[in-house]
Protein backbone atom coordinates (compact mmCIF):
# COMPACT_ATOMS: atom_id res chain seq x y z
CA UNK A 1 0.00 0.00 0.00
CA UNK A 2 0.96 3.55 -1.06
CA UNK A 3 1.62 5.48 2.30
CA UNK A 4 1.86 9.38 2.36
CA UNK A 5 3.87 10.38 -0.89
CA UNK A 6 5.86 13.95 -0.29
CA UNK A 7 7.59 16.03 -2.63
CA UNK A 8 10.37 17.10 -3.44
CA UNK A 9 12.32 15.17 -0.98
CA UNK A 10 14.96 18.23 -0.30
CA UNK A 11 14.53 21.74 -1.69
CA UNK A 12 17.20 24.24 -1.63
CA UNK A 13 16.33 27.63 -2.85
CA UNK A 14 17.84 31.11 -2.39
CA UNK A 15 16.03 33.95 0.57
CA UNK A 16 13.22 35.52 -1.64
CA UNK A 17 11.97 32.69 -3.71
CA UNK A 18 8.57 31.26 -3.65
CA UNK A 19 8.94 27.48 -2.24
CA UNK A 20 6.10 24.71 -2.94
CA UNK A 21 5.69 21.41 -1.11
CA UNK A 22 3.12 18.76 -1.97
CA UNK A 23 1.20 15.74 -0.47
CA UNK A 24 -0.61 13.04 -1.42
CA UNK A 25 -2.27 11.36 1.35
CA UNK A 26 -3.03 7.62 2.00
CA UNK A 27 -6.30 7.09 -0.45
CA UNK A 28 -9.18 7.12 2.44
CA UNK A 29 -7.82 9.40 4.78
CA UNK A 30 -10.47 12.34 5.09
CA UNK A 31 -7.47 14.30 7.83
CA UNK A 32 -4.03 15.89 6.40
CA UNK A 33 -1.90 17.61 8.25
CA UNK A 34 1.45 19.92 7.90
CA UNK A 35 4.22 19.53 10.30
CA UNK A 36 7.60 21.35 10.53
CA UNK A 37 10.61 19.68 12.73
CA UNK A 38 13.54 21.57 13.99
CA UNK A 39 16.33 20.42 16.33
CA UNK A 40 14.89 24.17 18.52
CA UNK A 41 11.44 23.55 18.19
CA UNK A 42 10.65 20.35 17.64
CA UNK A 43 7.55 18.74 15.58
CA UNK A 44 5.25 21.46 15.48
CA UNK A 45 2.02 21.50 13.73
CA UNK A 46 1.14 24.04 10.66
CA UNK A 47 -2.14 23.27 9.85
CA UNK A 48 -4.57 20.48 9.35
CA UNK A 49 -7.75 19.78 7.08
CA UNK A 50 -10.44 17.72 7.69
CA UNK A 51 -12.01 16.19 4.22
CA UNK A 52 -10.20 19.32 2.35
CA UNK A 53 -11.44 21.97 4.96
CA UNK A 54 -9.00 23.69 7.04
CA UNK A 55 -9.91 23.73 10.59
CA UNK A 56 -6.85 24.94 12.58
CA UNK A 57 -4.55 27.13 11.11
CA UNK A 58 -2.92 28.42 14.37
CA UNK A 59 0.22 26.99 14.04
CA UNK A 60 1.04 28.84 10.21
CA UNK A 61 3.95 30.96 11.12
CA UNK A 62 3.09 34.14 8.93
CA UNK A 63 1.31 35.01 6.19
CA UNK A 64 4.35 34.17 4.03
CA UNK A 65 3.05 30.63 4.55
CA UNK A 66 -0.06 29.33 2.86
CA UNK A 67 -1.76 25.27 2.55
CA UNK A 68 -4.56 23.94 0.09
CA UNK A 69 -6.40 21.30 -0.40
CA UNK A 70 -8.06 21.21 -3.46
CA UNK A 71 -9.22 17.69 -3.22
CA UNK A 72 -8.72 14.74 -1.09
CA UNK A 73 -5.96 13.48 -2.56
CA UNK A 74 -3.59 16.49 -3.07
CA UNK A 75 -2.46 19.20 -0.75
CA UNK A 76 0.46 21.80 -1.05
CA UNK A 77 2.01 24.20 1.62
CA UNK A 78 3.42 27.34 -0.41
CA UNK A 79 5.99 30.04 1.63
CA UNK A 80 6.55 33.06 -0.41
CA UNK A 81 8.69 34.59 -0.10
CA UNK A 82 11.04 32.44 1.72
CA UNK A 83 13.22 33.09 4.65
CA UNK A 84 16.36 31.22 6.20
CA UNK A 85 14.91 31.01 9.56
CA UNK A 86 11.86 28.69 7.20
CA UNK A 87 15.08 25.93 6.87
CA UNK A 88 13.52 22.95 8.56
CA UNK A 89 11.74 19.30 7.00
CA UNK A 90 8.65 19.50 6.69
CA UNK A 91 6.60 16.44 7.02
CA UNK A 92 2.89 15.55 6.20
CA UNK A 93 0.55 13.32 7.51
CA UNK A 94 -2.94 12.20 7.11
CA UNK A 95 -5.13 10.27 9.52
CA UNK A 96 -8.56 8.08 8.72
CA UNK A 97 -10.42 10.59 10.57
CA UNK A 98 -9.93 12.91 13.04
CA UNK A 99 -7.76 11.94 16.55
CA UNK A 100 -7.02 8.62 15.01
CA UNK A 101 -3.24 7.45 14.61
CA UNK A 102 -1.24 10.04 11.48
CA UNK A 103 0.82 8.19 9.22
CA UNK A 104 3.72 10.12 8.15
CA UNK A 105 5.41 10.55 5.05
CA UNK A 106 9.08 11.11 4.64
CA UNK A 107 9.43 14.95 4.60
CA UNK A 108 10.74 17.06 2.52
CA UNK A 109 14.38 18.99 3.61
CA UNK A 110 13.78 22.74 2.81
CA UNK A 111 16.90 24.52 3.21
CA UNK A 112 16.85 28.28 2.67
CA UNK A 113 20.31 30.01 1.60
CA UNK B 1 3.22 24.32 31.02
CA UNK B 2 3.93 22.41 28.18
CA UNK B 3 0.35 19.80 27.04
CA UNK B 4 2.56 16.90 26.66
CA UNK B 5 6.25 16.78 28.54
CA UNK B 6 9.16 14.07 28.31
CA UNK B 7 12.09 13.87 29.69
CA UNK B 8 14.81 14.69 26.70
CA UNK B 9 17.22 12.47 27.29
CA UNK B 10 19.32 10.95 26.35
CA UNK B 11 18.90 7.62 28.01
CA UNK B 12 22.37 5.49 27.26
CA UNK B 13 21.12 1.45 28.19
CA UNK B 14 23.40 -2.02 27.58
CA UNK B 15 21.68 -4.51 25.21
CA UNK B 16 19.23 -6.42 26.95
CA UNK B 17 18.62 -3.87 29.60
CA UNK B 18 14.74 -2.56 30.11
CA UNK B 19 13.90 1.38 29.96
CA UNK B 20 11.21 2.75 30.95
CA UNK B 21 10.05 6.51 29.73
CA UNK B 22 7.09 8.35 31.32
CA UNK B 23 5.36 11.08 29.98
CA UNK B 24 2.59 13.52 31.70
CA UNK B 25 0.14 15.79 30.02
CA UNK B 26 -2.15 18.56 31.41
CA UNK B 27 -5.44 18.28 29.96
CA UNK B 28 -7.63 15.88 31.94
CA UNK B 29 -9.95 15.39 29.48
CA UNK B 30 -7.81 14.03 26.78
CA UNK B 31 -8.96 11.31 24.94
CA UNK B 32 -6.63 8.72 23.26
CA UNK B 33 -2.64 7.98 23.51
CA UNK B 34 0.18 6.50 21.50
CA UNK B 35 3.82 6.10 21.19
CA UNK B 36 5.50 7.48 18.29
CA UNK B 37 9.31 6.45 16.75
CA UNK B 38 11.45 8.61 14.85
CA UNK B 39 14.80 7.11 14.01
CA UNK B 40 17.70 10.10 13.02
CA UNK B 41 16.75 12.07 9.77
CA UNK B 42 13.48 10.15 9.30
CA UNK B 43 9.67 10.32 9.62
CA UNK B 44 7.63 9.63 12.69
CA UNK B 45 6.17 6.20 12.85
CA UNK B 46 3.51 4.76 14.58
CA UNK B 47 4.86 2.31 17.61
CA UNK B 48 1.39 1.77 19.32
CA UNK B 49 -1.84 2.97 20.51
CA UNK B 50 -1.77 3.30 24.27
CA UNK B 51 -5.20 1.75 26.01
CA UNK B 52 -6.59 2.37 29.52
CA UNK B 53 -5.99 -1.78 30.51
CA UNK B 54 -2.13 -1.06 29.49
CA UNK B 55 -0.90 -2.82 26.77
CA UNK B 56 2.04 -5.21 25.09
CA UNK B 57 2.94 -5.87 22.06
CA UNK B 58 6.22 -7.90 22.34
CA UNK B 59 8.79 -6.27 24.34
CA UNK B 60 6.58 -3.29 24.19
CA UNK B 61 3.91 -2.40 27.29
CA UNK B 62 2.73 0.74 27.43
CA UNK B 63 0.77 1.97 30.27
CA UNK B 64 -2.05 4.77 31.05
CA UNK B 65 -2.86 6.53 34.24
CA UNK B 66 -5.67 8.80 33.43
CA UNK B 67 -5.56 9.89 37.31
CA UNK B 68 -2.39 10.95 37.44
CA UNK B 69 -1.90 12.04 33.52
CA UNK B 70 0.96 10.31 32.82
CA UNK B 71 1.37 7.67 29.95
CA UNK B 72 4.53 5.14 30.08
CA UNK B 73 6.44 3.16 27.80
CA UNK B 74 8.96 0.25 29.21
CA UNK B 75 11.14 -1.62 26.37
CA UNK B 76 12.26 -5.60 27.67
CA UNK B 77 15.34 -6.72 26.55
CA UNK B 78 16.61 -3.89 24.21
CA UNK B 79 18.32 -4.14 21.34
CA UNK B 80 20.71 -1.66 19.42
CA UNK B 81 18.13 -1.24 16.70
CA UNK B 82 15.77 0.08 19.57
CA UNK B 83 17.87 3.65 19.23
CA UNK B 84 15.85 6.09 18.06
CA UNK B 85 13.56 9.00 19.62
CA UNK B 86 10.38 8.02 21.46
CA UNK B 87 6.99 10.70 20.86
CA UNK B 88 4.69 10.56 23.53
CA UNK B 89 1.45 11.62 21.54
CA UNK B 90 -2.54 12.64 23.34
CA UNK B 91 -5.09 13.28 21.76
CA UNK B 92 -6.53 16.36 23.62
CA UNK B 93 -9.94 15.86 21.70
CA UNK B 94 -9.41 19.27 19.96
CA UNK B 95 -11.18 18.12 16.61
CA UNK B 96 -8.19 16.23 15.57
CA UNK B 97 -5.41 17.91 16.44
CA UNK B 98 -2.59 15.54 18.16
CA UNK B 99 -0.03 16.67 20.51
CA UNK B 100 3.26 15.54 20.44
CA UNK B 101 5.47 15.62 23.31
CA UNK B 102 9.74 16.60 22.44
CA UNK B 103 10.46 13.32 22.20
CA UNK B 104 13.08 11.22 24.72
CA UNK B 105 16.32 10.07 22.68
CA UNK B 106 17.20 6.56 23.41
CA UNK B 107 20.74 4.74 22.20
CA UNK B 108 21.33 1.11 22.77
CA UNK B 109 24.96 0.31 23.29
CA UNK B 110 26.40 -3.12 22.52
Known amino acids: DAGVIQSPRHEVTEMGQEVTLRCKPI?????LFWYRQTMMRGLELLIY????????DSGMPEDRFSAKMPNASFSTLKIQPSEPRDSAVYFC???????????FGDGTRLSIL | RKEVEQDPGPFNVPEGATVAFNCTYSNSASQSFFWYRQDCRKEPKLLMS???SGNEDGRFTAQLNRASQYISLLIRDSKLSDSATYLCVVNPGRRGKLIFGQGTELSVKP
Open chain 2, 50 to 52: VYS
Open chain 1, 93 to 103: ASAISAGQPQH
Open chain 1, 49 to 56: FNNNVPID
Open chain 1, 27 to 31: SGHNS
